[in-house]
């Protein structure tokens, strides 16, 4: 999967948690996510990817 598509949906996903249009975490962080939608992914190919992106996102902000 393309990284800056990824990274592109997952600062839309914090804008609709009303966050700023800057992301809230570092690099190290985002590939932390990103490692997290490509297990989810894997896991359930048939997964729409905003529905695992915004589950990964609801998990970072809620932990």
């Given at each position: ?44 190919p048939a ?14 902000l809620a932990?």
């Amino acid at each position: 999967m393309d990284k800056k598509l990824i990274q592109k949906m997952v600062q839309k996903c914090f804008v609709q948690y009303r966050h700023d249009e800057s992301l809230p975490f570092n690099q190290a962080e985002f590939e932390e996510i990103y490692k997290k939608i490509i297990g989810m992914k894997a896991e359930d190919p048939a997964a729409d990817l905003h529905d695992i992106i915004n589950d990964a996102v609801y998990e970072f902000l809620a932990t």
